[in-house]
């Protein structure tokens, strides 16, 4: 599973990236099995677990590697 950590600087990069749209910019809502949910953080972009297929798209694209896998 992919997580953002604290080293994330908000710069949206990944969002654009992520072509399974799992990556959010910190606040907003995102919908899942057609229900909109609030967001998972408010402090920092975020990825939703369920959407993310782990394909890594995003961690080449992280300036700051703050893209991590757990
Ligand atoms: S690993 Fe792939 S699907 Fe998951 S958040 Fe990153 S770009 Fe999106
Ligand atoms: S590319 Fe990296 S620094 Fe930019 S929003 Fe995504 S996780 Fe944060």
Do not use: W
């Not at 975020?46 to 757990?70: G, N, R, T, W």
């Amino acid at each position: 599973m992919m997580y953002i950590t604290e080293e994330c600087i908000d710069c949206s990069a990944c969002v654009d990236e992520c072509e399974q749209k799992a990556i959010y910019n910190a606040g907003e809502e995102y919908e899942l099995n057609g229900e909109m949910k609030g967001p998972l953080s408010e402090d920092h972009t975020f990825i939703v677990p369920e959407l993310c297929d782990d394909c890594k798209s995003c961690v080449e694209v992280c300036a700051v590697d703050a893209i991590e896998e757990k």
